[in-house]
């Protein structure tokens, strides 16, 4: 079974630093590429960033561009972003996904529980 | 960036109705490369439809896809008690991936 399960969410403050990872299972995990996807409380997707199986490739929307880093591990099977600068609209339940094998043209399947980041004083 | 415009925001259906579900794009998009998910309050989303008419693995038959260029439909034929939920539409014909913003179908 496809497992992927995300944690390192919390509470942080205005201009500090969080690392969000995702433990991946059941599946070929270089193969495949990786993203993140958010959701502020009570509102709708965000996709954040991508990256593919190599780590070749990466993308960032531009709402976290220069702030947040995508990489991955493949020995360990798992995927991290790691979030400095953080602000206000930051806050969102953080989404690991499973992408395709190719390039960014695919979908996100399956997601992950999710972990909730809050940002706050 | 396309902009997703999904609508109604809610509809208000009773079990067993047909639901009609539409999503409307801001630019014509690379081919169907559009996906449908269910998301239920406190879970994540869920694939439903993929490639803007392929139901994904486990999607009952009821679900059905369709459209191209701008304009997407998702279609329930028959609503049953777990399928009350928010979709999503989302492309992934260009960068940035985008999303609808939702539209919620609540029992009547």
């Known amino acids: 079974e496809v497992q992927l399960v995300e944690s390192g969410g919390g509470l942080v403050q205005p201009g500090g630093s969080l690392r969000l990872s995702c433990a991946a299972s059941g599946f070929t995990f270089n193969i495949y590429s990786m993203s993140w996807v958010r959701q502020a409380p009570g509102k709708g997707l965000e996709w954040v960033s991508y990256i593919s199986g190599s780590s070749g490739t990466k993308y960032y929307a531009d709402s976290v561009k220069g702030r947040f880093t995508i990489s991955r591990d493949n020995a360990k099977n798992s995927l991290y972003l790691q979030m400095n600068s953080l602000r206000d609209e930051d806050t969102a339940v953080y989404y690991c996904a499973r992408d395709g094998r190719g390039s960014y043209r695919d979908w996100f399947d399956p997601w992950g529980q999710g972990t909730l980041v809050t940002v706050s004083s | 960036e396309i902009v997703l415009t999904q609508s109604p925001g809610t509809l208000s259906m009773s079990p067993g109705e047909r639901a009609t579900l539409s999503c409307r794009a801001s630019q014509i998009f690379s081919s169907t490369y559009l996906v449908w998910y269910q998301q239920k309050p406190g879970q994540a989303p869920r694939l439903l439809i993929y490639d803007a008419s392929s139901r994904a693995a486990g999607t009952p038959d009821r679900f059905s896809g369709s459209g191209s260029g701008t304009d997407f439909t998702l279609t329930i034929s028959r609503l049953e008690p777990e399928d009350f939920a928010v979709y999503y539409c989302?492309?992934?014909?260009?960068?940035?991936?985008?999303f609808g913003q939702g539209t919620k179908v609540e029992i009547k």
């Open positions: 989302q492309q992934y014909g260009t960068l940035p991936r985008t």
